[in-house]
């Protein structure tokens, strides 16, 4: 059933990219992010990363696909050496990061879900899988989530007070609640803009 209602088609995890990669103009700290994160055009909402400290660390890109649900690119770096978790989260608000990016509220669950992949009573729409972040603290990866809509439906993500991507310190082992172990807020990204 969780299959069938959350499911991750693509997952595309690169890490420690060489120096060979193209680069883009769009630099978000700690060096130059890769190019391109999404061709001109293809997002339908776009956002930098910050880290703890304020400072830029990372960038998304997010489609809305025609069948339903969303198409998530992120580009990160400052992370510690390997898996993170990442969840959508309430409220477009990063502003508190000093504290931990909390103003960012909780996980997004309209259906009042469980958390976590491989939970029973689960997912939460926020749920999304792990991101690596390789021995150079860079994590790229795209993901799709069919339990989230950016402007569709009753709930959408980019409600009056938008949403917010967040990065935890650990891995989450998608069935501890509440956040699945993953622990501090590291890194978060707003998307506002709604209705």
């Known amino acids: 059933m969780k299959n069938a209602i959350f499911s991750i088609s693509s997952l595309l995890i690169l890490a420690g990219c060489g120096n060979n990669v193209a680069t883009s103009d769009k630099d978000h700290g700690g060096g130059t992010l890769l190019q391109p994160l999404a061709p001109e055009g293809w997002a339908d909402a776009e956002s930098g990363f910050i880290n703890t400290s304020a400072e830029p660390t990372g960038f998304v890109a997010i489609a809305e696909s025609p069948a339903g649900g969303i198409l998530m690119r992120v580009d990160l770096m400052g992370l510690s050496k390997g898996w993170h978790g990442i969840h959508l989260h309430q409220t477009g608000d990063c502003s508190d990061h000093a504290d931990g990016f909390k103003a960012s509220g909780g996980h997004f669950n309209p259906d009042n879900r469980e958390h976590g992949l491989l939970n ?61 172990g993953a622990g501090p807020r590291v890194a978060c990204a707003a998307l506002t803009g709604g209705p």
């Open 120 to 180: 029973p009573n689960g997912p939460e729409a926020a749920d999304l899988p792990n991101i690596y972040a390789g021995a150079d603290g860079r994590a790229t990866a795209e993901m799709y989530n069919a339990m989230a809509s950016l402007t569709a439906g009753p709930t959408p993500l980019m409600d009056e007070d938008g949403f917010a991507i967040v990065v935890h310190a650990n891995a989450d082992d998608h069935e501890t609640q509440p956040i699945g």
